[in-house]
């Protein structure tokens, strides 16, 4: 019994200590990577010899401010999601490529205003510092601040079927409990029962320094307020389209409104280019810069450390990662979506706030 003890206390520590060469190995190699500077884009497809060069960048997810609560350890669980840093840190990138053209492939239903808003700019300026055409394509949604970001763009394709449009802006949500009694959390969630019994006492200074408090009603003042600035937002977005896909602000407004538009429609209001492939959308910006043997990159997923084929126990902490990334994610969006202006498809985030 003490031998086959000894045995596998061995056995155990072999492994222990093969697990922390890996992790050793992988930030070593990591550590170099980042400091050779490496690309995130990478050869796709064409001519690899060829300095006609089109790339393609991938985004996906909701688009969220600054991700501050999680770090991108891909081989320890990738996440999709959009924000300002991670467009820079790409755009840098694809800075020292010497690119021609830029097609943006994009499946987003949006998110905050002020990343939506950031990110166009990163892209506008980009376009412009560079002087290259950029082409927006959607295989499956481009809705509301991904569609703000879209309009970065020199042409917008989308694949058959894509949702697209959403053209609105949503406030922050202030809940009135109407003389609440009790508050409770359960299985089904939070419970207010409400007849003249809790009273709320806080400390502030200033009109409306306790806005969106849930213990008292708004003002008409405050509501008239909170409602300028939406509106604000909301003829920034209007303008934008307007000017961008050149369609009257009036038809924007009154007809297309905030509705989603599958591709069909959407390209009868004229808020898309066209419903192609990628291999179509590709051919077609070869075609606008007169290229014939074109070298195709696009980009990988910003990479640390990527030992996840290794073995299952590696799969097994990639997939809890995961999880965990997509949690955060996802309390994030819903954190811009209820407390700031947000720019997203509602049934996206009533799915999942």
């Known amino acids: 019994m003490t031998h086959f003890f000894n045995t596998f206390t061995k056995i155990l520590g072999f492994f222990a200590a093969f697990l922390t060469f890996i992790i050793i190995i992988g930030l070593i190699t990591s550590f170099i990577n980042r400091s050779r500077n490496q690309s995130s884009f990478s050869h796709l497809r064409g001519d690899n010899a060829s300095t006609n060069k089109i ?12 991700p501050n609560n999680f770090y991108n350890f891909t081989g320890m669980g990738n996440f999709d999601a959009i924000y300002p840093s991670l467009i820079e840190s790409y755009l840098s990138d694809l800075q020292k490529e010497n690119a021609l053209g830029l097609i943006v492939s994009m499946n987003s239903p949006g998110g905050s205003v002020s990343a939506s808003h950031t990110i166009y700019n990163l892209f506008n300026q980009f376009k412009i510092k560079n002087k290259i055409p950029i082409y927006f394509y959607s295989t499956d949604m481009l809705t509301s601040g991904a569609y703000w970001v879209s309009l970065s763009a020199n ?6 079927g894509a949702l697209i449009g959403s053209i609105g802006v949503k ?11 009790s508050l409770s959390t359960g299985l089904l ?13 806080s ?49 924007v407004v009154n007809e297309i409104g905030a509705m989603i538009y599958n591709s069909k429609e959407a390209q009868k209001n004229y808020l898309i280019d066209g419903q192609i492939n ?11 810069l007169n290229l014939d043997d074109i070298k195709i990159i696009s980009n990988n997923k ?6 996840q084929k290794l073995n299952f126990f590696m799969n097994a902490l ?16 819903c954190n811009n979506i209820k407390n700031e202006f947000s720019v997203a498809t509602f049934n996206f985030y009533s799915l999942i706030c």
Do not use: C, H
């Not at 969630?189 to 006492?201: D, H, P, T």
């Not at 910003?302 to 030992?307: G, H, W």
């Open 155 to 160: 042409k917008i394709f989308t694949n058959y």
């Open 189 to 201: 969630g939070k419970a207010v029962g409400s007849s003249n019994g809790i009273e709320l006492f």
């Open 171 to 181: 406030g922050p949500d202030w809940i009135y409990y109407n003389s609440p009694t």
């Open 318 to 333: 990639n997939a809890k990662q995961y999880t965990l990334n997509e949690n955060l994610i996802n309390k994030k969006f």
């Open 55 to 66: 790339a393609i960048l991938n985004i996906n997810g909701p688009i969220i401010s600054e």
């Open 302 to 307: 910003k990479n640390i450390f990527n030992f």
């Open 278 to 288: 990628i291999n179509e959308t590709i051919e077609m910006m070869a075609k606008e």
């Open 203 to 251: 400390n502030t200074a200033g009109i409306s320094k306790d806005i969106l408090n849930p213990f008292r009603q708004p003002s008409i003042k405050e509501i008239s307020q909170l409602q300028n600035m939406v509106n604000n937002i909301y003829n920034d977005f209007v303008n934008l389209v307007s000017s961008n896909r050149k369609i009257e602000k009036n038809i």
